[in-house]
């Protein structure tokens, strides 16, 4: 069973950075999207931020709105996905999560979330 585990949520000011980590373990080989994904409140629609392929993890795809301020990086030795933020916007507060599939429509599996807040 694959398990994700995220870290690194905090509290920042608008114009901070971050970094978010996911620790995936269980997984028993073979290549696999993973990502990061962000709920702004409960109820409100979760939307994808970016994403990357593990063969190779140069396939990346980032939402338009994050796009020059994120940067997702794969460390495969050590199973772990990052999430550089940089330039924090309040609109950027939101729970993170870390999920992974087969493919881009497929989501399998999902981290519990790390919470990260924007102050202005």
């Known amino acids: 069973q694959v398990q994700l585990v995220e870290s690194g949520g905090d509290s920042v000011q608008s114009g901070g950075s971050l970094r978010l980590s996911c620790v995936v373990s269980g997984h028993t080989g073979g290549s696999y999207y993973i990502g990061w994904f962000r709920q702004a409140a409960p109820g409100k629609k979760r939307e994808g931020v970016a994403v990357i392929w593990t063969a190779g993890g140069t396939t990346t795809y980032y939402a338009d709105s994050v796009k020059g301020r994120f940067t997702i990086s794969l460390d495969s030795d050590k199973n772990t996905l990052f999430l550089q933020m940089s330039s924090l916007k309040p609109e950027d507060a939101a729970m993170y999560y870390c999920?992974?599939?087969?493919?881009?429509?497929?989501?399998?599996?999902w981290g519990q979330g790390t919470q990260v807040s924007v102050t202005s």
């Open positions: 999920a992974a599939g087969p493919c881009m429509r497929a989501w399998d599996y």
